[in-house]
């Protein structure tokens, strides 16, 4: 999450952060000055990064409920929200209003397109900016969506936006 929008002294959680590959960058970033929370719903993942990091802010949280009582000035995501249907996404999204403080920055990615598709069992949607505006702007104040290539030309999306 880029310290432009977030100073480095805010607390983040991110949602959904597997192997903890992310989590270093954003422990980088906010973990000295803020503080940083790692959650996944897989407590396997959480318990590999704990053996290694046994000083981080871990929970095991599910992207849907989010069932926190904490309450964050961050939350960022790479590519977990693509998991959910539609509608537990339209969930999502309000209960991240929720546990965000006042004027609260999300930045999470997704796959850029309009199809869902299914690999074993896990499934995958793609969003196009139009759709990720009209799914976020009830409750937040878009202030970016771009394209990016993480493959391939502009094959990913992020929206950084603030809490209304």
């Known amino acids: 999450m880029p310290t432009k929008y977030l100073p480095r002294n805010s607390s983040v959680l991110e949602i959904g952060m597997g192997p903890g590959t992310d989590l270093l960058i954003l422990e980088k970033y906010y973990k000295d000055q803020g503080h940083v929370t790692g959650s996944d719903y897989s407590k396997i993942f959480i318990d590999r990064y704990r053996k290694q990091h046994p000083d981080s802010d ?41 546990i965000l403080e006042p004027e609260g920055i999300i930045c999470h990615s997704f796959w850029r397109g309009d199809k869902e598709e299914n690999y074993d069992g896990l499934l995958f949607i793609y969003y196009t900016a139009k759709q990720l505006q009209k799914l976020f702007e009830d409750s937040f104040d878009i202030i970016k969506i771009e394209k990016y290539k993480e493959m391939e030309s502009y094959d990913s999306l992020y929206i950084i936006a603030r809490k209304k």
């Open 58 to 98: 871990l929970i095991v949280l599910n992207a849907i409920t989010l069932k926190t009582d904490q309450k964050f000035q961050g939350l960022y995501s790479n590519k977990v929200l693509i998991h959910l249907t539609r509608e537990e996404l339209k969930q999502s999204i309000k209960r991240q209003a929720d």
